[in-house]
């Protein structure tokens, strides 16, 4: 196997112009995606994780948003110097994406069929009937009944886990290297997302694809990713093997996170700690660690002096914090739990 | 009664109905749609026949049997003159039948026109936003200013009076003569007052349609298809495209209906289509100068004009209510 990533992103900058200032949604953010492998990126709304993923398929709306610095080498090369024409050739034929609401992603007025065999055409350059046959292929792949029938029907006539399964079969349809998951399982209720999820697993599995999931539900991370990253505030904070970042997460975020949501193997009777306050305004982002003003381990003239590098902190796992704080770190001035 | 009952094969056998022949069958089963379109097919169809069927030439005068009553003869030749005749003594059942055809494709046409340019002008200014939408706009509001009458009386003073002056390639004016049947010179004035009207009153559909489209674009499903690779003009012709189009159609029928009153609307001012090409807005215009000896005369044209601008809208509230699932409608259709 080729030792260069897949998926090399550096330094990856983007900004939004608005009547209110620069929104800074991305800053400086680098990782890579090997291939094969799945990725999840995690953070709440607002820490620039779809707009990353968007903006490594060059689909951010410009006017506002631009991207504004940065590289993002796929196979070797930067998709930002590529003209237009090159990149519709890559979207959807070499980097595939779902999005996050099966109901609204489909088109109303067209057959499931024609949609799913809109992208063969565009890519594959198949004729009608090859790329229906394709389809049949394809809906059968994502476990879809009486596929030859069902393509002739309407989107409205599907239900939402079934549009999310022909959204991943229309995002697999060209065998992409690699597929960009945004939120894939949010708008769906728990059984049909642990379907898709596994649903997408088994397709990787099959397919060598890389994946890239986006999520703000750990649960969906832990149970698909190789790799996690943490995302606040339009920076990676935290970065690692998933089995590290549950196991020994280092960056106070990241705990406040883990602290946030039960967990079957702890203690009875122990309280979720929310993560108070408000994410920052990107538009007015001091040079300070961005969490500090939330953390409960922030120390006053080292948290807000300088912006906290990721700095290694094991094996292949990397935190945005100055210090060395754990999971079992006491948080300072609070009462030690009896 | 039996109940009957399907296997799953049975069920599975049975293909579901597409989207589109539900809206077709909701249509022809909404019965004032049905008759409207009856009637407007009846007028144009006698107004085809009209060189066969009517009684008269379309621009004979006898200045002997002005303002003769419906039902009456002649009483110099003995002719029966079904709807009278007019103020130069010109049939008016003739005129009548002549005028349908021109009417309603001078409708036609115009509302065509318009709503093709405001559609595409719509279209383009919705999705490329930026420099285009600001252009389009500026240039819709630019012209949704101009005064109308003032341009009608200008063409009218102008060129009407030299038709040879009217821009109009050949092959334009030998479509509007071979769709409504007049004469070259008169086809002319007609094209030049179809264009007037389309090009002036595209603005609302223009409107309409970037409105729409500002919606449309926003959606999921565009941002999905640009994410597999579709190009612009594919992301406009299969999403965009058929989706913003629903109200526009509603649109195009009440224009449709707006033009047919707005001729007669014109013709009443003098600024219409011109005497001697008959249209059922300028034979209510001579009907109205004499309408206080002859008060009958405006009924002739009139009626035709208000049972064609109804039908229209009949029609249109049909194709509206058609794709509607809440719209529940008459007939067996409506059951299912």
Same mark, same amino acid.
């Given at each position: 196997?080729?030792?260069?990533?897949?998926?090399? /992103?550096?330094?990856?900058?983007?900004?939004?112009?608005?009547?209110?200032?620069?929104?800074?949604?991305?800053?400086?953010?680098?990782?890579?995606?090997?291939?094969?492998?799945?990725?999840?990126?995690?953070?709440?709304?607002?820490?620039?994780?779809?707009?990353?993923?968007?903006?490594?398929?060059?689909?951010?709306?410009?006017?506002?948003?631009?991207?504004?610095?940065?590289?993002?080498?796929?196979?070797?090369?930067?998709?930002?110097?590529?003209?237009?024409? &090159?990149?519709?050739?890559? +979207?959807?034929?070499?980097?595939?994406?779902?999005?996050?609401?099966?109901?609204?992603?489909?088109?109303?007025?067209?057959?499931?069929?024609?949609?799913?065999?809109?992208?063969?055409?565009?890519?594959?350059?198949?004729?009608?009937?090859?790329?229906?046959?394709?389809?049949?292929?394809?809906?059968?792949?994502?476990?879809?009944?009486?596929?030859?029938?069902?393509?002739?029907?309407?989107?409205?006539?599907?239900?939402?886990?079934? +549009?999310?399964?022909?959204?991943?079969?229309?995002?697999?349809?060209?065998?992409?290297?690699?597929?960009?998951?945004?939120?894939?399982?949010?708008?769906?209720? @728990?059984?049909?997302?642990?379907?898709?999820?596994?649903?997408?697993?088994?397709?990787?599995?099959?397919?060598?694809?890389?994946?890239?999931?986006?999520?703000?539900?750990?649960? /969906? /991370?832990?149970?698909?990713?190789? +790799?996690?990253?943490?995302?606040?505030?339009?920076?990676? /904070? &935290?970065?690692?093997?998933?089995? &590290?970042?549950?196991?020994?997460?280092?960056?106070?975020?990241?705990?406040?996170?883990?602290?946030?949501?039960?967990?079957?193997?702890?203690?009875?009777?122990?309280?979720?700690?929310?993560?108070?306050?408000?994410?920052?305004?990107?538009?007015? =982002?001091?040079?300070?660690?961005?969490?500090?003003?939330?953390?409960?381990?922030?120390?006053?003239?080292?948290?807000?002096?300088?912006?906290?590098? =990721?700095?290694?902190?094991? @094996?292949?796992?990397?935190?945005?914090?100055?210090?060395?704080?754990?999971?079992?770190?006491?948080?300072?001035?609070? &009462?030690?739990? @009896? | 009664?039996?109940?009957?009952?399907?296997?799953?094969?049975?069920?599975?056998?049975?293909?579901?109905?597409?989207?589109?022949?539900?809206?077709?069958?909701?249509?022809?089963?909404?019965?004032?749609?049905?008759?409207?379109?009856?009637?407007?097919?009846?007028?144009?169809?006698?107004?085809?026949?009209?060189?066969?069927?009517?009684?008269?030439?379309?621009?004979?005068?006898?200045?002997?049997?002005?303002?003769?009553?419906?039902?009456?003869?002649?009483?110099?030749?003995?002719?029966?003159?079904?709807?009278?005749?007019?103020?130069?003594?010109?049939?008016?059942?003739?005129?009548?039948?002549?005028?349908?055809?021109?009417?309603?494709?001078?409708?036609?046409?115009?509302?065509?026109?318009?709503?093709?340019?405001?559609?595409?002008?719509?279209?383009?200014?919705?999705?490329?936003?930026?420099?285009?939408?600001?252009?389009?706009?500026?240039?819709?509001?630019?012209?949704?200013?101009?005064?109308?009458?003032?341009?009608?009386?200008?063409?009218?003073?102008?060129?009407?009076?030299?038709?040879?002056?009217?821009?109009?390639?050949?092959?334009?004016?030998?479509?509007?003569?071979?769709?409504?049947?007049?004469?070259?010179?008169?086809?002319?004035?007609?094209? *030049?007052?179809?264009?007037?009207?389309?090009?002036?009153?595209?603005?609302?559909?223009?409107?309409?349609?970037?409105?729409?489209?500002?919606?449309?674009?926003?959606?999921?499903?565009?941002?999905?298809?640009?994410?597999?690779?579709?190009?612009?003009?594919?992301?406009?012709?299969?999403?965009?495209?058929?989706?913003?189009?629903?109200?526009?159609?509603?649109?195009?029928?009440?224009?449709?209906?707006?033009?047919?009153?707005?001729?007669?609307?014109?013709?009443?001012?003098?600024?219409?289509?011109?005497?001697?090409?008959?249209?059922?807005?300028?034979?209510?215009?001579?009907?109205?100068?004499?309408?206080?000896?002859?008060?009958?005369?405006?009924?002739?044209?009139?009626?035709? *004009?208000?049972?064609?601008?109804?039908?229209?809208?009949?029609?249109?509230?049909?194709?509206?209510?058609?794709?509607?699932?809440?719209?529940?409608?008459?007939?067996?259709?409506?059951?299912?």
């Amino acid at each position: 196997m080729a030792t260069s990533p897949l998926l090399q /992103v550096e330094n990856l900058e983007v900004q939004f112009k608005t009547q209110d200032g620069v929104v800074k949604a991305v800053n400086d953010v680098s990782f890579h995606v090997d291939r094969g492998e799945t990725l999840g990126i995690v953070g709440e709304s607002g820490s620039g994780k779809s707009v990353t993923a968007m903006s490594l398929m060059r689909l951010i709306p410009n006017p506002p948003g631009q991207i504004t610095g940065g590289k993002v080498m796929f196979d070797g090369e930067n998709l930002l110097d590529y003209s237009d024409d &090159e990149m519709r050739h890559v +979207r959807g034929n070499r980097i595939a994406m779902i999005f996050q609401d099966p109901m609204t992603s489909l088109n109303p007025v067209l057959t499931i069929g024609r949609q799913i065999t809109e992208s063969l055409e565009l890519h594959l350059k198949l004729t009608q009937k090859e790329a229906r046959n394709r389809a049949v292929e394809l809906l059968n792949m994502v476990g879809i009944p009486s596929a030859d029938r069902r393509l002739d029907d309407y989107p409205h006539q599907f239900s939402g886990g079934m +549009r999310q399964r022909v959204m991943i079969a229309m995002g697999l349809s060209c065998n992409p290297e690699l597929l960009i998951a945004d939120e894939p399982t949010t708008a769906l209720d @728990v059984t049909i997302q642990a379907q898709i999820l596994e649903l997408i697993q088994r397709l990787q599995h099959e397919l060598g694809t890389a994946v890239i999931i986006i999520t703000h539900d750990l649960g /969906v /991370v832990a149970g698909m990713a190789d +790799r996690v990253q943490v995302m606040y505030a339009g920076r990676i /904070v &935290e970065e690692g093997p998933t089995n &590290e970042i549950f196991a020994q997460p280092r960056m106070p975020y990241t705990i406040g996170l883990l602290r946030s949501i039960p967990r079957l193997d702890e203690e009875q009777g122990r309280k979720l700690n929310p993560i108070r306050g408000l994410p920052p305004d990107l538009i007015n =982002l001091p040079q300070i660690c961005p969490f500090s003003p939330r953390c409960d381990y922030f120390v006053a003239g080292k948290c807000d002096a300088t912006v906290p590098p =990721l700095r290694q902190v094991g @094996v292949d796992h990397r935190a945005a914090c100055l210090f060395d704080i754990s999971i079992d770190t006491p948080i300072p001035g609070a &009462e030690v739990p @009896v | 009664m039996a109940t009957q009952t399907l296997t799953v094969e049975q069920a599975s056998e049975q293909r579901s109905e597409g989207q589109w022949q539900i809206v077709v069958r909701r249509f022809l089963h909404h019965r004032m749609a049905m008759l409207s379109l009856l009637v407007l097919v009846l007028f144009f169809f006698s107004s085809l026949l009209a060189p066969w069927i009517a009684p008269f030439p379309r621009d004979e005068p006898d200045v002997r049997a002005q303002f003769l009553a419906p039902m009456t003869e002649n009483p110099q030749t003995g002719n029966l003159h079904l709807l009278g005749t007019d103020n130069i003594g010109r049939d008016l059942f003739t005129r009548v039948l002549y005028s349908a055809r021109i009417s309603l494709i001078l409708a036609l046409a115009v509302a065509t026109l318009s709503s093709l340019i405001g559609i595409v002008l719509g279209l383009l200014a919705g999705y490329f936003l930026g420099w285009i939408d600001i252009a389009v706009t500026r240039f819709l509001e630019f012209v949704s200013t101009f005064p109308l009458l003032t341009i009608l009386l200008i063409l009218n003073s102008v060129l009407l009076q030299n038709p040879d002056l009217i821009p109009i390639p050949p092959w334009f004016i030998g479509i509007i003569q071979g769709a409504t049947g007049v004469p070259d010179s008169e086809s002319k004035k007609l094209a *030049l007052v179809g264009l007037a009207l389309a090009v002036l009153s595209w603005t609302g559909t223009a409107r309409l349609m970037r409105g729409m489209v500002l919606s449309v674009r926003e959606l999921a499903y565009i941002e999905s298809s640009r994410a597999l690779g579709a190009s612009s003009l594919r992301i406009i012709a299969r999403h965009v495209l058929p989706n913003a189009l629903p109200p526009l159609i509603v649109d195009y029928t009440l224009a449709i209906n707006g033009v047919l009153v707005l001729e007669a609307v014109l013709s009443f001012l003098g600024y219409g289509v011109q005497d001697p090409t008959p249209t059922w807005g300028n034979i209510l215009a001579i009907a109205e100068s004499n309408m206080l000896n002859h008060p009958w005369m405006p009924l002739v044209p009139g009626i035709p *004009l208000v049972i064609a601008a109804l039908a229209v809208n009949f029609v249109g509230g049909g194709i509206r209510d058609a794709p509607d699932p809440r719209m529940v409608m008459g007939g067996k259709g409506a059951r299912q």
